[in-house]
Nanobody, 128 residues
Framework: QVQLVESGGGLAQPGGSLRLSCAVS????????IGWVRQAPGKEREGVAA????????VYRDSVKGRFTISRNNAKNLVYLQMNSLKPEDTGVYYC?????????????????????WGQGTQVTVSS
């Protein structure tokens, strides 16, 4: 059973930084994609960043390129999203999600991956 637990959200001022963490357990396959998906109030979910377990390659949505960085610590089973130069439009609930080939009742497709496992989400608010 894949389990994802996010932490690190909160309130930041425009131009500020936050680091989100995702504790990962239950992944048994060698290949998977892990990512961050966010949802702003009244808007649809959107992919933010993703990382491939096979080669560590990463992808980002255009609006966060150069500001956000996804990374992992394999020894601690943690995935991070470092968010710098935050903007009010970055506000939303951020979910850690995994794509491992399975499909579920809540599957989100982004950049070639079907994210089917989700954490509970962590709120990020960017406001002065």
């Amino acid at each position: 059973q894949v389990q994802l637990v996010e932490s690190g959200g909160g309130l930041a001022q425009p131009g500020g930084s936050l680091r989100l963490s995702c504790a990962v357990s239950g992944l048994t396959l060698d290949y998977y994609v892990i990512g961050w998906v966010r949802q702003a109030p009244g808007k649809e979910r959107e992919g933010v960043a993703a990382l491939s377990s096979s080669d560590g390659s990463t992808v980002y949505r255009d609006s966060v390129k150069g500001r956000f960085t996804i990374s992992r610590n394999n020894a601690k089973n943690l995935v991070y999203l470092q968010m710098n130069s935050l903007k009010p439009e970055d506000t939303g609930v951020y979910y850690c999600a995994v794509s491992n080939g399975s499909r579920g009742t809540d599957t989100f497709y982004w950049r070639g991956a079907f994210f089917a496992f989700w954490g509970q989400g962590t709120q990020v608010t960017v406001s002065s």
